[in-house]
């Protein structure tokens, strides 16, 4: 079975950090680009970070920078989303998606896989 399956949510305090994993099953990751996207409550999905297939580019949204890193590890077939200095405003269910191409883009409809999020709050 072809399928993205984002891990690592849960409940944190202001400050903290978080991990989020995109493992892949059915496939391999090392021709896609992944991106993480968040939505929260009463938002429109964003784009959060990008990386590229051959792990030579990477994006990060202003909100996110200096605080979010985008890695991945071809042997496991998983891409990480290291988060930390997390605030409220991070609370969403966050979303990673896979696209065939070595090129990151923002638009989540725009790639191939998607996965069905995992939840991330930050208390204040």
Do not use: H
Not at 25 to 54: H, N, T
């Amino acid at each position: 079975q072809v399928q993205l399956v984002e891990s690592g949510g849960g409940l944190v305090q202001t400050g903290g950090s978080l991990r989020l994993s995109c493992a892949a099953s059915g496939f391999g990751l090392d021709l896609y680009s992944v991106a993480w996207f968040r939505q929260a409550p009463g938002k429109e999905r964003e784009g959060v970070s990008c990386i590229s297939y051959s792990s030579d580019m990477t994006y990060y949204a202003e909100s996110v920078k200096g605080r979010f890193t985008i890695s991945r590890d071809y042997a496991k077939n998983t891409v990480y989303l290291e988060m930390s200095g997390l605030t409220p405003g991070d609370t969403a269910v966050y979303y990673c998606a896979a696209r065939y191409q070595n090129l990151c883009g923002m638009y989540f409809e725009g790639y191939d896989y998607r996965g069905q999020g995992t939840q991330v709050t930050v208390s204040s």
